[in-house]
C-alpha cells in the first residue's frame, strides 16, 4: 500500500495487515492505494511517512563516471599495426569528437546554471491530481474539509473524469463532529468497507459499507452510533432528478422540485388543518433518480427526510429515535442504539434501477382487487352530502344517475348514516327502510359500498365491548383514546390479528348480510394513533399500523383504503387523499397525475383517484375546472363522481359524457395492465422515462403519462389554455382527437395545440424504434 502527500502537508497512512488495510486520516486528507509517488513501510509512524514523502531523489553518478571512464580508455587505444593512413583518419575523428564533447560540456553546464538555482526557490510542489480512494470498481471516497464525500457509479474511475457518469454524490455522516472526523480509523476488506469515528462526548460512531454478493450493484450502508446522537446522510440533488417516498402535500415531480424541512417518515392524513410539512397517506422508503441510482430505506431506521431544505440543494435521511417516533411506547435499555440502515444500488439508467429495487424490495400481490369497479364510474355521496345522508339524498342520487343515463360501478354512502361513529349499522332516524333502500338499488343496477373507519366512538354501543381490541397506552396497557374530526375514540389495533377477526366478523360482515358489496377504508395514518400508543406485537415501525390496516381491508375483494406502507402484496384499491378543489399543485389538480404517477411507480397500480372537481371543502370547483379535471381523471383506474354533470349545465352534462366515451373504449386496455401486474409489476399508469428513460423531457414531464405501452395522455391541467404545449417523444404517433394527424418524431420534441374546453388530447403509439433493451 502506499502513502500519498495531500494538500502538501498532510499525509495519510495506509498499512497493510493481511487481506485488509487500515488507514489513520486527518481532516482534509486524500487516501488512495496504488500511488507511484512514496511508499510508506508497514506500520510506519506519520513523522516517519512525512520524512520519506519529502526527501529528495539523488542519483548515483558515481557508477556511470566509472563507466563513462573506461569507454573513453577503449576509445583512445592506438591500434597496432594499423596502416598510417588509418591513423590518420582516427585522429582527425577523435579531434572532431573532442571538440564535440566541448560543445556539450558548454551546453550542459549553461543549461544547468539555469536550472538548479530554480530547483531551490519556494515553489509548491507540483503534485499530480489529488483523487479520492477506490475501494471498489462502483465507489470512491474522501474526508476533506470536514466532510465525508462518497462518489457511486458503474466505473469511478471513468466517473471521476466524466462527471455525467456519477450516479450518485453523498455526504456522510452530516452532523458527526469535527473531531471525530479526525480521529477515523478505516478498514477494507473485498466486501467490506468499515470506518470508526471518536468523540468525547458522543462517543464511538461506526459506518459499515457491505457489498452484496446476490445483487453486485448494490451497497448496504449502516451507521451505529449512542441512542440519543442524531445520524444525518445527505446526497446531491441539483446534478439528477428524484422519484419515489409517496404522498406530499406539494406533490412535484420530480420530487426534487419540491421542497420540505426534515420531517418524520411517517403516514399522516395532510388534509388534517392541512398540515404541509407532513408526508401523507401512502409511503414507501424508495428513492430512484435519473442517473441510474437507487435507495430503499431499512424498516427499523426512525426515518426522517428532508428535501432541499434551507436551499441546500440535497436531499437527506435522518435516523432519530426523539421524535414522533418516540409517542410509540417503549423500553428503552441503557445500551440502545441508534441506527441508520439502507441500501444503494446502481444501474445504467433509472428504468433498470427501478426494476432492480422493486424485484428485490417490493412484494407483488398474488391476485387483483375487483376490476370490475375500472369499467364504469363511482359514485359518492361525500362531498355533495358531506355527513348529512340519508335513505332519501342516496335514492334520489340514484335517480338522477340512470335520469342522465350515465353509467355506474356503485354508490358509495358515505358521512354520518350511523347515529354514532363506530355503530357499524345504520341510523334508522335516517334510513328507515334499509332492506327496501338496497332492494332498489339492486334493481336500478347499483353496487353499495359503505365507508367505514378503525374508529370507535366513546359514545358508541359498541364502545365496551371493542375495548380489548383497540389499541393500549402505556406500560399498564390502558386502553388509548384518540382524537379525530368526528369525536374521541378507540382505534381498533389492526396489528393484532384477533383484532381484524373481531372488526371483520362483529362489525362488517352484519353489512354483508344485508347485501353491502365492499367497503372504503377511511383513514389509517399514524397521526391519530394515540400519545403513548403500545401494539400488540413487535413491529418494526409505526407505520406497520398502516400496513396491517391494509391487510384486514383485503379480506374484501372490492375495498379500498388511504393509507399504506409496505402493503403492495394486498390486492386493495388505494385512493388518493382528498383534494383541494383548485388547479394548483398543492393538493389541487395539478397533484393529480404527479400522484398517480408516484403511486404507480411504487407498486400501488390500482389507483382512485380523489372525486372529479375535488372535495369542495372551500368553494365549489367552476366549470373549467370540474371537466378539466373529468378529462383526466378518464385515463386514470378509477373514476369517481359526487359533484355531479347536471349541477352544471348541459354543455358540462356532453361534455363528461364524451369524456366516458372514450375511457370506455380504453377500459380494455386499463383491465389488461391490471391483470398483468401481480407478474411483470409494469403499472397501468406508466411515467414517459418508464420507456425514454434517457430523454431530459421525459423525465421531467409533470402533466403526460403514458397509459399501459399504447397510448400518450397529455390532459389540460391549467387555467385558460388556449395553446397547449405536449411533449412528444420519439416514434411514430397517431392523434386521437381532430384531424388524427401521423406524427413521425425522430427525435422528441414540443408541439403546440389550439384547444377549446372540449378538446382531449391524447395520442396512440404506432412504432417506436427506440424502445430497445438498452433503453429499458
Known amino acids: 500500500m502506499s502513502a500519498y502527500p495531500g494538500n502538501n502537508d498532510k499525509l495519510s497512512s495506509i498499512s497493510e495487515y493481511g487481506d485488509y488495510s487500515t488507514r489513520t486520516s486527518l481532516t482534509g486528507l486524500s487516501m488512495f492505494s496504488g500511488s507511484p509517488y512514496s511508499q510508506s513501510p508497514s506500520g510506519g509512524s506519520l513523522s516517519t511517512l512525512a520524512s520519506v514523502s519529502t526527501r529528495s531523489y539523488q542519483p548515483n553518478g558515481s557508477s556511470q563516471s566509472s563507466a563513462s571512464g573506461g569507454n573513453n580508455q577503449i576509445m583512445t587505444q592506438r591500434v597496432r599495426g594499423a596502416p598510417k593512413h588509418n591513423y ?81 454524490k453523498a455526504n456522510f455522516g452530516v452532523l458527526l463532529s469535527a473531531e471525530s472526523k479526525e480521529n477515523i480509523t478505516i478498514k477494507e476488506t473485498n466486501s467490506t468497507l468499515r470506518m470508526t469515528f471518536l468523540d468525547k462526548e458522543t462517543g464511538k460512531t461506526t459506518l459499515e459499507i457491505e457489498k452484496s454478493d446476490e445483487y453486485p450493484q448494490c451497497f448496504e450502508v449502516k451507521w451505529t452510533t449512542k441512542y440519543q446522537n442524531k445520524l444525518d446522510d445527505c446526497f446531491d440533488i441539483i446534478s439528477s432528478h428524484w422519484y419515489g417516498l409517496g404522498e406530499v402535500f ?22 388534517d388543518e392541512y398540515i404541509s410539512t407532513q408526508f401523507g397517506g ?55 442504539t441508534n441506527v441508520l440502515k439502507y441500501t444503494i444500488c446502481v444501474e445504467e439508467n433509472i428504468k433498470k434501477v427501478h426494476k432492480l429495487l422493486f424485484d ?46 350515465f353509467e355506474k360501478s356503485h354508490i358509495q ?17 335516517k334510513f328507515e327502510n334499509v332492506p327496501q333502500m338496497l332492494d332498489l338499488l339492486t334493481t336500478w343496477g347499483f353496487k353499495v359500498t359503505l365507508t367505514v373507519s378503525p374508529f370507535i366512538n366513546l359514545q358508541s354501543t359498541n364502545f365496551i365491548k371493542s375495548v380489548d381490541f383497540g389499541i393500549k397506552v402505556g406500560e399498564k396497557n390502558v386502553p388509548g383514546i384518540s382524537r379525530w374530526w368526528n369525536g374521541l375514540a378507540i382505534m381498533i389495533d389492526t396489528t393484532n390479528p384477533k383484532a381484524q377477526d373481531f372488526f371483520i366478523n362483529t362489525f362488517l360482515e352484519s353489512f354483508k348480510k344485508l347485501r353491502i358489496s365492499g367497503f372504503k377504508f377511511d383513514i389509517g395514518e399514524t397521526n391519530y394513533l394515540p400519545e403513548g400508543y403500545k401494539f400488540n406485537r413487535d413491529v418494526p415501525n409505526p407505520n406497520y399500523y398502516s400496513k396491517t390496516y391494509v391487510q384486514m381491508a383485503s379480506h374484501y375483494k372490492l375495498s379500498e383504503v388511504r393509507a399504506a406502507y409496505k402493503a403492495q402484496m394486498y390486492p386493495t384499491f388505494v385512493r388518493m387523499l382528498d383534494r383541494t378543489s383548485y388547479w394548483k399543485i398543492e393538493n389541487g389538480l395539478l397533484s393529480v397525475v404527479t400522484t398517480a404517477l408516484t403511486l404507480s411507480i411504487l407498486g400501488y397500480p390500482y389507483i382512485v383517484p380523489d372525486m372529479v372537481g375535488g372535495n369542495a371543502y372551500i368553494q365549489k370547483p367552476n366549470k373549467e375546472l370540474y371537466v378539466r379535471w373529468t378529462q383526466l381523471s378518464v385515463f386514470l383506474p378509477c373514476i369517481q363522481f359526487s359533484i355531479t354533470p347536471w349541477d352544471y349545465d348541459d354543455e358540462v352534462v356532453g361534455l363528461v359524457r364524451h369524456a366516458l366515451e372514450i375511457r370506455k373504449n380504453l377500459t ?19 411515467p414517459l422515462w418508464w420507456y425514454w428513460p434517457k430523454e431530459h423531457n421525459a423525465l421531467v414531464a409533470s402533466t403526460q403519462f403514458m397509459l399501459s405501452d399504447k397510448y400518450l395522455i397529455a390532459p389540460v391541467v391549467h387555467l385558460n389554455i388556449v395553446s397547449h404545449a405536449v411533449y412528444i417523444p420519439p416514434g411514430v404517433w397517431e392523434e386521437q382527437w381532430g384531424e388524427r394527424q401521423i406524427l413521425n418524431m425522430t427525435t422528441g420534441n414540443h408541439l403546440h395545440y389550439n384547444v377549446t374546453l372540449h378538446d382531449i388530447c391524447y395520442f396512440k403509439l404506432l412504432s417506436n424504434l427506440t424502445m430497445t433493451d438498452d433503453m429499458s
Open 88 to 168: 590518420e583518419f582516427c585522429k582527425k575523428v577523435r579531434v572532431s569528437m573532442a571538440l564535440l564533447g566541448i560543445l556539450v560540456l558548454v551546453a550542459a553546464i549553461f543549461m544547468l546554471s539555469f536550472y538548479l538555482p530554480k530547483q531551490y526557490e519556494e515553489e509548491p510542489t507540483v503534485l499530480p491530481p489529488e483523487e479520492p480512494p477506490l475501494w471498489d470498481d462502483m465507489i470512491s471516497y474522501k474526508v476533506q474539509n470536514n466532510e465525508l464525500l462518497f462518489t457511486f457509479a458503474q466505473n469511478v474511475t471513468s466517473a471521476l473524469s466524466n462527471p455525467t457518469l456519477i450516479a450518485l
Open 250 to 271: 406539494t406533490q412535484k415531480w420530480p420530487l426534487d422540485k419540491a421542497k420540505f424541512e426534515m420531517t418524520p417518515f411517517l403516514t399522516a392524513d395532510f388534509i
Open 282 to 336: 401512502v409511503l414507501e422508503p424508495f428513492l430512484i433518480n435519473s442517473r441510474g441510482a437507487g435507495i430503499y430505506i431499512d424498516d427499523h431506521v426512525p426515518l426522517h427526510i428532508s428535501m432541499d431544505e434551507n436551499d441546500s440543494k440535497k436531499m437527506c435521511l435522518r435516523a432519530d429515535p426523539t421524535t414522533e417516533y418516540s409517542r410509540m411506547y417503549k423500553e428503552v435499555p441503557s445500551n440502545a
Open 360 to 405: 428485490r424490495f417490493i412484494e407483488k400481490p398474488v391476485s387483483t382487487p375487483d376490476l370490475e369497479v375500472m369499467k364504469s364510474p363511482i359514485w359518492s355521496t361525500w362531498v355533495r352530502y358531506k355527513r348529512e345522508v340519508n335513505q332519501s339524498i342516496v335514492l334520489s342520487m340514484a335517480e338522477q344517475i340512470n335520469k342522465y343515463k
Open 413 to 429: 354512502i358515505e358521512g354520518h348514516y350511523s347515529k354514532n361513529y363506530g355503530d357499524f349499522a345504520f341510523d334508522t332516524d
Open 668 to 686: 380494455g386496455i386499463m383491465i389488461d395492465a391490471a391483470k398483468k401486474f401481480p407478474e411483470t409489476g409494469e403499472p397501468i399508469i406508466r
